[in-house]
Structures are given as structure tokens and as C-alpha cells.
């Protein structure tokens, strides 16, 4: 069973930084990306960014262009979102997910139904 262990949310200011981790495990864990989706009250689940793991190759949300990264650590199955100049609009509850195969349709990586394992989520909550 593949785990995924979201950390480093929290409280922060408008303008301040953040960085996630999601810390993947599972005995024969590997995935073709991982992305990161956030939630905020009363609005659905949006997309925000993702990155294949081999290759490194990102995608973003126009909202987060720009602001935040995403990158990887093969060695440690571990993926970060590094968020800068955040806007009180970034509050939501953010989550990892995984893909295992390779997408037949490389758009739909911007689907959260096409990912395969979820973490449990770390709240991101921006102060204006």
C-alpha cells in the first residue's frame, strides 16, 4: 500500500513563504508524476501543480505561476511546494497525489481523477 505524508503547512502572511513535503512510501512505490491539489471552504478541489518523475518536467496553475515551484528528491520519494508571495486567495487545504502510469493524454495530468493516491491533506491558511 503507498502512503503519501503531507507537512510544513500553516499560518502566514500575506507575502510570506511556505514550503510543503510529501513524503511518499510504499514497498514498491513509483509513479510517473505527483502533483499537488489544494481545497478551499466551499469551492472544489483546483489543481496546482504537477511534475513527472522522471524527466522533472513541471506544470502549473496560472494562479501559482511564478510563485510557487515544485520539485523532487528520487532518492527520498519525496516531492515540495515552495510557495512564495502568498496571497490570502492560496488558504486552502493542500494535497499530494500520485500517478502510477504514464498518461495516454498528457493534459489530463491537470485532472485530479487521474491520480491514484492521495495524502491526507496540510492546511495552508494566508493572513492579509
Same mark, same amino acid.
Given at each position: 500500500?503507498?502512503?503519501?505524508?503531507?507537512?510544513?503547512?500553516?499560518?502566514?502572511?500575506?507575502?510570506?513563504?511556505?514550503?510543503?513535503?510529501?513524503?511518499?512510501?510504499?514497498? !514498491?512505490?513509483?509513479?510517473?508524476?505527483?502533483?499537488?491539489?489544494?481545497?478551499?471552504?466551499?469551492?472544489?478541489?483546483?489543481?496546482? !501543480?504537477? %511534475?513527472?518523475?522522471? +524527466?522533472?518536467?513541471?506544470?502549473?496553475?496560472?494562479?501559482?505561476? +511564478?510563485?510557487?515551484?515544485?520539485?523532487?528528491?528520487?532518492?527520498?520519494?519525496?516531492?515540495?511546494?515552495?510557495?512564495?508571495?502568498?496571497?490570502?486567495?492560496? !488558504?486552502?487545504?493542500?494535497?499530494?497525489?500520485?500517478?502510477?502510469?504514464?498518461?495516454? %493524454?498528457?493534459?489530463? %495530468?491537470?485532472?485530479?481523477?487521474?491520480?491514484?493516491?492521495? +495524502?491526507?491533506?496540510?492546511?495552508? !491558511?494566508?493572513?492579509?
Amino acid at each position: 500500500q503507498v502512503q503519501l505524508v503531507e507537512s510544513g503547512g500553516g499560518l502566514v502572511q500575506a507575502g510570506g513563504s511556505l514550503r510543503l513535503s510529501c513524503a511518499a512510501s510504499g514497498r !514498491t512505490f513509483s509513479s510517473y508524476a505527483m502533483g499537488w491539489f489544494r481545497q478551499a471552504p466551499g469551492k472544489e478541489r483546483e489543481f496546482v !501543480t504537477a %511534475i513527472l518523475w522522471s +524527466g522533472g518536467v513541471t506544470y502549473y496553475a496560472d494562479s501559482v505561476k +511564478g510563485r510557487f515551484t515544485i520539485s523532487r528528491d528520487n532518492a527520498k520519494n519525496t516531492v515540495y511546494l515552495q510557495m512564495n508571495n502568498l496571497k490570502p486567495e492560496d !488558504t486552502a487545504v493542500y494535497y499530494c497525489a500520485a500517478r502510477r502510469e504514464r498518461l495516454r %493524454i498528457p493534459s489530463l %495530468i491537470f485532472s485530479g481523477n487521474q491520480y491514484d493516491y492521495w +495524502g491526507q491533506g496540510t492546511q495552508v !491558511t494566508v493572513s492579509s
